[in-house]
């Protein structure tokens, strides 16, 4: 099963709003990441919060993550246009053969109206 | 320093055939991911390679796919006689040693079985 789940699956907002996304997952971590990915594109790195903080900002993005309820946020503020993507978040844990082993959630696809 | 390459970006194949996707790290990193995404879909770990070794194949079909990652040349992930449910994105991603938690991925190749 995944380890990661995005909410809402889905988010259309207006240009200026803010986007807040949230994922949750069932296992202990090391590491949460989000991600991004344009249409078609690859997946671009966004922000990585590590178990032991609690909130990381970078530009516009902020993050937050609450290991006792096993989820985080990502937070946009001021969206753009240039925001329509889908995000994803990814979590890290030792898997079975001793390694950080990475997870990805199914995602939340944003549209940012313009 | 160019970031992780992939080719072909398209590929169209017949059901029977084979598909070879090729992934070229980035420069230092000797760890190699490869993941499918469906459409609509987030990404699903498939394999984790170093050079010349599998770490872990766990997410990878027992039959018909395979991969390596030899100490010279590009990490290669095959699928033999593929058919219709094969169609997807295929990505790699690449890490520096002891940061594999730090992926970088390369642009896709998107498969089509026709």
């Known amino acids: 099963s995944q380890q990661g789940e995005e909410d809402p699956q889905a988010l259309s907002i207006q240009e200026g709003e803010n986007a807040t996304m949230n994922c949750s997952y069932k296992?202990?971590?090391?590491?949460l990441q989000w991600y991004r990915q344009n249409s078609g594109r690859g997946l671009v790195h966004l922000i990585l919060i590590r178990s032991n903080e609690r909130e990381k900002h970078s530009g516009r993005l902020r993050v937050t993550l609450d290991t006792s309820k096993k989820s985080s946020s990502l937070l946009i503020t001021a969206s753009r246009a240039a925001d329509t993507a889908s995000y994803f978040c990814a979590t890290d844990a030792r898997g079975s053969g001793g390694y950080q082993k990475v997870t990805f959630g199914t995602g939340t696809k944003l549209q940012v109206i313009p | 320093n160019a970031g992780v390459m992939q080719n072909p970006r398209h590929l169209v194949r017949r059901r029977g055939q084979e598909a070879r996707l090729r992934c070229s790290p980035m420069k230092g990193h000797s760890h190699v991911y490869w993941y499918r995404q469906l459409p609509e879909e987030g990404l699903k770990f498939m394999v984790y390679?170093?050079?010349?070794?599998?770490?872990?194949e766990s997410g990878m079909p027992k039959e018909r796919f395979s991969a390596e990652f030899p100490k010279e040349g590009p990490s290669i992930l095959r699928i033999q006689q593929v058919v219709r449910g094969d169609s997807a994105a295929y990505f790699c991603a690449s890490s520096p040693p002891k940061l594999v938690n730090e992926q970088f991925f390369g642009p896709g190749t998107r498969l089509t079985v026709l």
């Open positions: 390679l170093q050079k010349e070794n599998i770490i872990d």
């Open positions: 296992t202990s971590i090391n590491n």
